[in-house]
């Protein structure tokens, strides 16, 4: 059986939050807020504390630090769901904030206030399955969130890059470039947060 020591009781009560916080009504959800979160995620992962492998780490803890900041109310952060007013109503976002409304035939869907798309380029994995998971971007990611009739408050490509895999080329140009180019094809207005581990330090840049 697993004992807790002093420090990691700390840690659990510091990550605690209590749902009835009225402030959780009253703070928004904003991109300069989520790019908090992010830092707090690459400091944690720089101390050898938090080491996500698929996306769910990712939009797991997300959520978490969400609601301990009181962004949203737990009523209104939804994962994996479907949303009104996207062109295709069979697409699912991994992280929407907003109310849940019914849409045409009857369905709940949420009507977004904000939308976030998330990737992770984890160690420990090979070339192949980075590019599936960057190609997934492009594809998949950045079409979704281009396809919306309604615009949210805002729309972010979260890419969590352990191995600074978007450093390499892909087709002979950057990937990061790739990635922003894509996005000014098909997901204009969308926010592209880049968090990237180069030679052991992390950077945090929205595009």
């Known amino acids: 059986m697993a004992v807790l020591r002093p420090a990691d009781l700390q840690r659990f009560e510091a990550c605690k939050f209590d749902v009835r916080d009225e402030r959780r009504v009253n703070v928004p959800v904003t991109i300069e807020s989520v790019k908090a979160l992010v830092k707090e995620m690459c400091q944690l992962n720089e101390h050898g504390e938090y080491a996500p492998i698929l996306e769910a780490d990712l939009v797991g803890f997300l959520y978490h630090l969400i609601l301990r900041d ?16 996207s062109e295709n109503d069979n697409y699912k976002f991994d992280i929407v904030v907003g109310e ?10 949420i009507s977004p206030e904000a939308i976030i798309e ?13 590019r599936r998971r960057f190609e997934h971007i492009l594809d998949n990611d950045l079409r979704k969130l281009g396809s919306l009739r309604m615009r949210p408050l805002f729309r972010v490509e979260f890419v969590f890059d352990q191995v600074d895999y978007l450093a ?4 002979s140009t950057n990937r990061e470039q790739v990635v922003v180019g894509r996005r000014n094809e098909i997901a204009a207005g969308v926010t592209i947060l880049f968090a990237r581990r180069t030679a052991g330090s992390w950077q945090v840049l929205s595009k």
């Not at 849940?100 to 869907?109: K, T």
């Open 118 to 130: 998330v990737k992770v380029f984890p160690e420990g994995f090979t070339d192949q399955q980075h």
């Open 168 to 171: 390499g080329t892909y087709a």
């Open 100 to 109: 849940v409304r019914r849409r045409d035939d009857g369905r709940p869907a």
């Open 70 to 85: 009181s962004l949203c109310s737990p009523g209104k952060i939804h994962l994996d769901t479907r949303i009104i007013g």
